[in-house]
Nanobody, 117 residues
Framework: QVRLVESGGGLAQAGGSLRLSCTAS????????MAWYRQAPGKQRELVATITRSSSTNYADSAKGRFTISRDNAKNSVYLQMSSLKPEDTAVYYCNVVIEYSGLNFWGKGTLVTVSS
């Protein structure tokens, strides 16, 4: 099993920046894709960005041009650099990883991001 711990959430003003981190522990050797999701109050959890082991990335339309996902395989970590933040970015952000071959995935408990206008 894999445990994921997120950090870096907090309060930012509109137009500001935050950097989220997620570190995996446990059976980390078979981690493939890593991703960030978010869930705002009253809304469904949505995908923000993904990154493969070879660092190929994909972004939700709402994140393109503003957010950057990256990973450090040696540290078993994934990051989300968020810039030009908007109030609608306010949500709990969750880290997710997919295990190679098995297709199993694991979730962190989330970190809250609040963006004020």
């Amino acid at each position: 099993q894999v445990r994921l711990v997120e950090s870096g959430g907090g309060l930012a003003q509109a137009g500001g920046s935050l950097r989220l981190s997620c570190t995996a522990s446990g059976n980390v050797f078979m981690i493939n894709t890593m991703a960030w999701y978010r869930q705002a109050p009253g809304k469904q959890r949505e995908l923000v960005a993904t990154i493969t082991r070879s660092s190929s990335t994909n972004y939700a339309d709402s994140a393109k041009g503003r957010f950057t996902i990256s990973r450090d395989n040696a540290k078993n970590s994934v990051y989300l650099q968020m810039s030009s933040l908007k109030p609608e970015d306010t949500a709990v952000y969750y880290c997710n990883v997919v295990i190679e071959y098995s297709g199993l995935n694991f979730w962190g408990k989330g970190t809250l991001v609040t963006v004020s206008s």
